[in-house]
């Protein structure tokens, strides 16, 4: 039994940020169609102000997870980076870098493994809106 390596790219169109959309039925999509059984997903967010992570997207959840982040890294603080580029968006990239631009999820029986109420969501944090691109490498064997 030899190991598949198969990749594929998501396109996700984001407004400006704190925005957040479930792409687990695009990552499932492209595990079903790497036909493997058993093995790693991988996805990594392109850019410097865009993250990954694995959340229940649902309203409430989003509101919350809006709120600590604008707490970890309000948009109003003063950041050096601000002070070199004139962007406005110092707080974009703080909060993607504490939240990280990629995950991993198991797959199993040609699925990826995940609770029920658990779903992966991009997110982004730039103050402008932004068409983030997912590279995904999903590993393993039949």
């Given amino acids: 039994m030899g190991t598949t390596i198969f990749s594929g790219d998501i396109e996700v169109k984001l407004a400006v940020g704190i925005d957040m959309a479930d792409i687990t039925g695009d990552l499932e999509a ?28 649902e309203p409430g959840v989003m509101t919350d997870l809006r709120r600590a982040i604008d707490r970890m890294a309000p948009a109003d603080m003063e950041y050096e980076h601000e002070k070199a580029w004139h962007d406005g968006n110092g707080h974009s990239h703080v909060q993607a870098a504490m939240i990280g631009p990629s995950i991993s999820m198991q797959i199993r029986d040609g699925r990826m493994r995940r609770g029920t ?16 691109t997912v590279a995904v490498t999903v590993m393993g064997g039949q």
């Fill in 30 to 57: 492209l595990v079903k169609a790497s036909g493997i059984r058993t093995g790693t997903l991988f996805a990594t967010m392109n850019g410097s102000t865009g993250s990954l992570t694995a959340i229940e997207h």
């Fill in 117 to 132: 109420w658990q779903q992966v969501v991009a997110i982004n944090h730039d103050n402008r809106p932004r068409n983030r």
